[in-house]
T-cell receptor, first 119, second 114 residues
Framework: AQSVTQLDSQVPVFEEAPVELRCNYS??????LFWYVQYPNQGLQLLLK??????LVKGINGFEAEFNKSQTSFHLRKPSVHISDTAEYFC?????????????????FGQGTILTVHP | NAGVTQTPKFQVLKTGQSMTLQCAQD?????MYWYRQDPGMGLRLIYY???????DKGEVPNGYNVSRLNKREFSLRLESAAPSQTSVYFC?????????????FGPGTRLTVT
């Protein structure tokens, strides 16, 4: 069974400062990793995903994340945040293969991290 | 350019009442999902439909039923609502059911059961 832990429930930061949102996962098999963003009163939107290849993944809005297999982590970073980045961020993991050899895209989500950017 | 739409946006029910949440997508996706979001718990999968004509249970299916009406529409029914079902419900769709396929989410339905 998979699990995802987002280590910070809330992260306050000032505008133009760097930010890191931490995510650790546990799984007994190879995984795909995702970061989603949820702006107030909206649905989730994919920020970036790691499927294979380079462990540094770049996404939309200047965000990037690094897959670290030995540490089972997938931390999200942005070098300089804007007020508009204020949102809730979710890390999610999916097994590369589902039970019984079928793959249905089941995502297991972390608890979410609320990023608040102050002027 | 609607993407995934959900109705209603808000709903208040009394314990024991029933209702159906509607979801439709216009992206010609094969797979659709229902999640619930509760504070501090992230999103949890209720049911999914890998393709038209199939549905399967997710992590928290108890108290819910689903219908994949056609390729576009996937509804979630609460037969006898309970306060524990107070939550925000999200519908999502993806081109195929494989884990590497991006899921697109609707705006959500905020349900309160009193």
């Amino acid at each position: 069974a998979q699990s995802v832990t987002q280590l910070d429930s809330q992260v306050p930061v000032f505008e133009e400062a760097p930010v890191e949102l931490r995510c650790n996962y546990s799984s007994s098999v190879s995984v795909y990793l995702f970061w989603y963003v949820q702006y107030p009163n909206q649905g989730l939107q994919l920020l970036l995903k790691y499927l294979s290849g380079s462990t540094l993944v770049k996404g939309i809005n200047g965000f990037e994340a690094e897959f670290n297999k030995s540490q089972t982590s997938f931390h999200l970073r942005k070098p300089s945040v804007h007020i508009s980045d204020t949102a809730e961020y979710f890390c999610a993991v999916s097994d590369k293969m589902g039970a019984g050899g079928t793959s249905y895209g089941k995502l297991t989500f972390g608890q979410g991290t609320i990023l608040t950017v102050h002027p | 350019n609607a993407g995934v739409t959900q109705t209603p946006k808000f709903q208040v029910l009394k314990t024991g009442q029933s209702m159906t949440l509607q979801c439709a997508q216009d992206m010609n996706h094969n797979s659709m999902y229902w999640y619930r979001q509760d504070p501090g718990m992230g999103l949890r999968l209720i049911y999914y439909s890998a393709s038209e004509g199939t549905t399967d249970k997710g992590e928290v299916p108890n108290g819910y039923n689903v219908s994949r009406l056609n390729k576009r529409e996937f509804s979630l029914r609460l037969e006898s609502a309970a306060p524990s079902q107070t939550s925000v419900y999200f519908c999502a769709s993806s081109l195929l059911a494989g884990p590497s396929y991006e899921q697109y989410f609707g705006p959500g339905t905020r349900l309160t059961v009193t």
